[in-house]
């Protein structure tokens, strides 16, 4: 059904009829309905394809006997634990059901009709999609070379701003921002606007010279860094992410955030996850080596791609991409067009276990030969 077929859209809130639903990746079991394909790869949703790892497995073993029962609702070990790593108080953490919940509770915080957003173009899709639901108005920057042009954003900055938005590395172009830079942004924002830094792949990135905004909190009561456990821990499936900011800040965060919105399974499993460095750096070597056999299939392919730094590449297919993708879900390869990025020729690529990259190489020098 459309806006305009939609006999209720008149009672929704100011922001909802601009809205359209978030189109996920397309799940392996839809594609099995859709075209009968029964050994399909999934490369669409930047996940990890080694899935969680040995500790936070048996975490999750021990607490099933729970599931009866409500999990904790404050969170208190998997804060306990995250302070810890963090070395910070657990009254600066805020739990989410996914960093995409705190990215919400920040929109639902600080953000009404009237007041304004910041981000950049090519951004995060939910840093829109949460402004507008709550009737704020967004504000995008052009985008520099696929990634956040600092100077433009700050141009868009105005006494009306409450929240600016920068992924760092950034979905779904990879692109990453340097310390010294995005620590001179920051520190330029008036403390009435809140600055968040999005950085749910971090732990994928190995440049020198790469921040951790984490560090700066005690410098910027109106920064609040994300994390997430969906990417490197490799807990999709479970949701869980968290914020880290000023006590002030997660007070607020906490007023809005949603009775037991992070399952006892989840706590559990991101708890042991955190700590459980041997399975982060075995899937960090795993995903290097997997953009290095993807970049150069594309390199002799003649293909452009933007330099990344996170689980995912994306590529120029030199077309629209919308017929390539198509192409590819015939031969079992998921992967995600980005039109709705404003990049109609690109696709985005998760990296995947070996055999899966070299399954999706083979389709993209079939579909795209001369």
């Known amino acids: 059904m459309t806006t305009q077929t939609n006999p209720f859209i008149h009672l929704t809130a100011p922001g ?3 809205l359209t639903p978030y189109v996920p990746g397309k799940p392996v079991s839809e594609l099995e309905r859709d075209l009968g394909i029964r050994d399909a790869v999934k490369l669409a949703s930047n996940e990890n394809p080694l899935g969680p790892g040995p500790k936070a497995r048996k975490a999750i073993a021990a607490v099933l006997g729970e599931i009866g029962r409500y999990p904790d609702g404050g969170g208190y070990e998997l804060r306990r634990v995250l302070g810890e790593h963090h070395g910070i108080a657990q009254s600066a953490i805020t739990i989410g059901n996914g960093s995409n919940d ?7 915080t600080f953000l009404c009709p009237g007041v304004e957003s910041v981000f950049s173009e090519h951004a995060f ?4 999609i949460s402004t507008r639901a709550v009737g704020a108005t967004a504000r995008v920057a052009k985008a520099r070379d696929y990634g956040h042009d600092l100077d ?17 590395p950034n979905n779904p172009t990879g692109t990453w921002l340097a310390a010294e830079p995005l620590k001179s942004f920051v520190g330029s924002l008036p ?7 999005d950085e749910a792949y971090t732990e994928y990135v190995g440049e020198p010279d790469f921040p951790d905004a984490t560090r700066w909190l005690e410098g910027f009561p109106n920064l609040i860094v994300t994390r997430t456990f969906s990417k490197a821990h490799g807990l999709a499936a479970l949701r869980v992410g968290y914020g880290l900011s000023d006590p002030r800040v997660g007070e607020l965060l906490n007023r809005v955030r949603q009775p037991f919105n992070v399952n006892a399974l989840a706590q559990a499993a991101a708890a042991a996850a955190i700590g459980d460095r041997e399975h982060v750096r075995a899937s960090v070597e795993l995903n290097r080596s997997g953009m290095r056999q993807l970049t150069e299939a594309f390199q002799r392919m003649g293909l452009d791609s933007i330099p990344s730094v996170g689980n995912f590449v994306t590529v120029d297919v030199g077309r629209p991409a ?9 031969r079992g390869v998921i992967v995600r067009p980005v039109a709705n990025y404003g990049l109609p020729n690109h696709l985005r690529i998760s990296i995947g276990l070996e055999e899966e990259n070299a399954r999706l190489i083979a389709a993209l020098e079939d579909i795209l030969a001369p």
């Open 125 to 128: 899709a939910v840093y829109a």
């Open 191 to 197: 403390r009435t606007c809140m600055v968040v830094v």
């Open 16 to 18: 909802i009829p601009a």
């Open 322 to 330: 919308g017929p390539v993708h198509h192409d590819l879900l015939r």
């Open 102 to 108: 705190v990215l919400d509770l920040v929109a639902r």
């Open 152 to 168: 433009a954003m700050a141009g868009l900055v105005t006494d009306r701003t409450r929240v600016v938005w920068i992924a760092n």
